[in-house]
């Protein structure tokens, strides 16, 4: 693999030390990757530590400025260390291994970039909990419908795999969309820029939000920040019009 692209894992992380350990030891399982970058975003618990101890190649540590900004910090860092960043949650664990899935459409150009969906959780099923009510999701599907003229079945995954050609265009506002809005914000600058996005099915695991009081909490931040970016994001050209000069500058 001496002339295949360099593959960069970004990895935002907020008390995350009960997981990260294992989705780091994961990735670094795997010869296609070639660093590791985790951000710790303000963590209360031993994040930062346990993401060292399992073998990243750097570890940052940041006051808590949410998944947006997290990232912008990552990818600023190593933007010059690599050509595919894959953009992985932390709580993947030994599920992380499922993004080399994502790569091979990069490296046989047929995509610009990649979206993990996740096949529905068995565990969490059993439990008899219930999740959301998939507000955020359809509000996402629409947006990008709405915006760039695609319907995605998964618009919210945060397992990506982005050529840095990708990042450097949804970047040039000078950072990732705010908060939740990171997915959305991307996908809608990828495609009004042009970029070609495939979804790419795996196997990933993480942790799901369940409907209690804190998983409420966490939807109303993601509702309030997709809406934020899919508002702020420009509505295609009618027929016969010029384009808008700041068509691919969602973020």
Known sequence: MTDAPRVCALLPAYNEAARIGATVAALRSR????????????????TAARARDAGADQVITRTNGGKGAALTTAYRAERDGADIFLLLDADLGASATECVKLLPPLWNDWADMTIGMLPPDPAFAASGRRGGMGLVVRLARWGIARRAGRTLAQPLSGQRAVRRVVLDAALAGGAFARGFGVEVGLTLDALQAGFRVHEVETQFRHHVTGSDWSGLRHRTRQLV???????ASPLPARRGSPPSPSAGRGL
């Open 31 to 46: 010869p296609e990757i070639g660093r590791i970058v985790v951000v710790d975003d303000g963590s209360a618990d031993d």
């Open 225 to 231: 920040d997709v809406a934020r970016v899919v508002l």
